[in-house]
């Protein structure tokens, strides 16, 4: 480690409670000062409470380049990217990926624009960057294609509360309810977005029902990207008589969320794009078999320890959740693997290989 | 540090069993299901459930965007007197243009 540099401050362009990236950022903070270091958080958009721990980036305080390093969260194109790139201080990235344009635009324009304007600053920051993090390997090969010279993986600071607190009892009761009444209960976890893909699952579900459990429901928790696609999912829900077998109760605190993982019978994932997806390994941590669309950074996160879909029409989703919960002996061994899997990614393991990357990333030879 | 290509840590040593069989049955209950539940036909039926739905879900911001922008320039030309019957008489044109393109109103869904 530099004998002269003692501050490593973060950048962001948005921070807000039950949030992977910003939770990452907390704990990267926490770690940062574990290991002697000065570290402040500076957000563009702080949301609701964030209050007392992270400064607008307007007030980030300039610093010879030898006394600081500056980290920047990167998971959109904002401004903030201009404000690291102005900055006198050595730099240090963490890619948390950006969607492709492409799958959010037409749901919310301005989104669009961001996530271009993101990976056209992480081709110009590439060259200011001598040392850049990912949280997955398929992110670390995307940072390497933009022209970053050193890319390495870290896995995301998970917040273990979500895995290993005790499940809502009222939750927990009312989701047992439900389930007395026969039928399985699909889950999945993440913000109702587009490139999510909750509609496919909407679709799937639909197909299991008429093909094996007409009783069989579908939780989609998480925060909504916007109303649009919410209303969407809800709209296409409601026509095709699902209405009151999907449900969407928002983002729920830490332990609602491991009620609805303990009472779930199978996590299904068809998103379009993942750059880690945090998740699979609370499902897995959860004990709690997964079935994911093979894409992106999905199969890295998962490994073998579940079914990697090579497609994702109705009837082969169907058709995969049906096998896998008919064939006890399989998905008990998923179940184990998965549970010896999330193990890898815990926020232990994630430390420690935090602590690893920072340590050379601010040795002499970066400097 | 892991080196690059070493980045995913590699998986746990827990037997496994019964996942290549397990791919092979799906592949053939996908196909028997294509076969004698979910044809083709429902495939198309669902995607343009969700188009009609994503259409509506898209167009329902845009109408209350302009339906402000309304309501402010009819706030500066109608004269106060007229405005009752103007609410009916728009009330009427909502709800035939809402019957025609047959926009639903988003129901709160309940947790």
Request: net charge negative.
């Amino acid at each position: 480690m530099s004998t002269r540099t003692r501050r490593v401050d973060q950048v962001i362009p948005s921070i807000i409670e039950h949030d992977a990236v910003s939770n990452h950022t907390f704990e990267a903070q926490r770690l940062l000062r574990e290991l002697g270091f000065e570290s402040e958080i500076y957000a563009r958009i702080l949301g609701p409470g964030v209050e007392g721990r992270v400064r607008p980036i307007g007030q980030l305080p300039e610093y010879a380049s030898s006394e600081r390093w500056l980290l920047y969260q990167c998971s959109i194109g904002s401004p903030v990217a201009d404000a690291f790139a102005a900055d006198p201080g050595r730099k240090l990235l963490a890619y948390h990926n950006i969607t492709p344009a492409e799958l959010v635009e037409r749901w919310i324009p301005p989104l669009g624009e961001e996530s271009r304007l993101g990976r056209q600053q992480l081709v110009d920051l590439a060259p200011l960057v001598p040392f850049a993090i990912a949280d997955s390997e398929f992110n670390a090969a995307e940072l390497r294609d933009f022209g970053f010279a050193r890319a390495e993986v870290v896995s995301v600071l998970i917040e273990s509360a979500n895995l290993a607190m005790v499940a809502d009892s009222a939750s927990l009761d009312r989701l047992e309810l439900a389930k007395s009444d026969g039928g399985s209960d699909w889950l999945f976890v993440g913000q109702v977005a587009p490139h999510k893909a909750q509609h496919d699952l909407v679709a799937a579900l639909a197909c299991y029902r008429k093909a094996y459990e007409d009783r069989a429901r579908l939780h989609l928790v998480g925060r909504p990207m916007g109303s649009a696609y919410l209303d969407s999912v809800s709209r296409f829900a409601d026509s095709l008589d699902l209405d009151s077998a999907v449900e969407l109760p928002g983002s729920v605190p830490a332990p609602e969320l491991c009620a609805y993982y303990e009472s779930a019978d199978v996590f299904v994932c068809l998103s379009h794009h993942e750059g880690f997806c945090v998740p699979i390994v609370e499902a897995m941590a959860r004990g709690l078999s997964v079935v994911a669309a093979d894409v992106a950074a999905v199969p890295g996160t998962l490994g073998d320890a579940g079914v990697l879909l090579k497609r994702r029409d109705p009837a082969y989703v169907a058709a995969a959740v049906h096998e896998l919960l008919e064939d006890r002996a399989t998905r008990a061994s998923l179940v184990r693997r998965g549970l010896e899997r999330a193990k890898l990614f815990s926020l232990d393991a994630a430390r420690e290989s935090f602590r690893r990357a920072i340590t050379e990333a601010v040795s002499d030879s970066y400097a | 540090m892991p080196g690059e290509g070493q980045a995913v840590p590699s998986s746990p040593n827990v037997p496994l069993s019964g996942l290549p069989a397990l791919m092979e049955r799906i592949d053939s209950e996908a196909a028997r299901l294509r076969d004698l539940v979910w044809s083709a036909e429902d495939d198309v039926r669902v995607e343009l459930a969700y188009e009609q739905a994503a259409a509506s879900a898209l167009r329902a911001p845009l109408l209350a965007e302009r339906s402000v922008a309304l309501r402010r320039v009819a706030k500066r030309v109608i004269p106060k007197a007229l405005v009752p019957a103007t609410r009916r008489a728009v009330g009427v044109v909502d709800g035939l243009s809402r019957w025609v393109s047959g926009v639903r109103r988003a129901r709160p869904r309940s947790s």
